[in-house]
């Protein structure tokens, strides 16, 4: 389980990259 959050985390922090470098 706590691998899965981990996992969530990382891709929400890269979403959030994303998201902004595209702005």
């Known amino acids: ?3 899965i ?3 969530y985390k990382t891709f ?3 979403f959030f990259v ?3 470098n595209r702005y």
């Open 5 to 7: 959050t981990t996992n």
């Open 18 to 20: 994303t998201s902004a």
């Open 12 to 14: 929400r922090s890269f």
């Open 1 to 3: 389980m706590l691998h």
